[in-house]
């Protein structure tokens, strides 16, 4: 079977209010099945701007202790290139969580698309939030 596809999302943690409730989600999508992680990197930028990097094994046990137990298909993926993309996006005394994982219940659907000589001409993520206000909107 082939891949699936591979979804990179940037998690924002304004005031740098990073803490490890994220984890146990990813723990629980890797588990069963649903994706399989390839990378993390944590960007965070201070009050003067300067731009720091953490790979998952440079995190400190404290401030992250639900991702040292994740397992990590490609370390390195992500990095020092993502890192400066997206700093320029983020505001002084924050953070970022880069999360590259393969979307593995989606391998079969691209398995059909290339046996049927078909070619994926684009895909679009719609966020949660904007679909949640949409049907907000909508009610």
């Known amino acids: 079977m082939g891949l699936g596809p591979v979804d990179v999302v940037i998690i924002d943690f304004p005031g740098n209010k990073f803490n490890g409730q994220i984890a ?25 701007g ?6 998952i094994e ?12 994740l397992d990590i298909s490609f370390p390195g993926a992500l990095d020092a290139e993502d890192a400066e993309e997206i700093s320029e996006d983020l505001a002084p005394n924050s953070s970022a969580l880069l999360v ?8 079969k659907f691209t398995d059909a698309i290339r046996a049927a000589d078909a070619v994926v001409l684009d895909q ?15 009610k």
């Open 100 to 107: 590259a994982f393969e979307n593995t219940w989606a391998a």
């Open 24 to 48: 146990p989600a990813i723990v629980d999508l890797v588990a069963s099945g649903t994706i399989r992680l390839i990378d993390l990197l944590f960007v965070s930028k201070d009050a003067d």
């Open 124 to 138: 679009i993520r719609i966020p949660a939030e904007v679909v949640n206000g949409f049907l907000e909107l909508n």
């Open 58 to 69: 440079d995190l400190d046990p404290v401030a992250g202790p639900g991702y040292l137990s």
């Open 50 to 55: 300067v731009v720091t990097t953490l790979a």
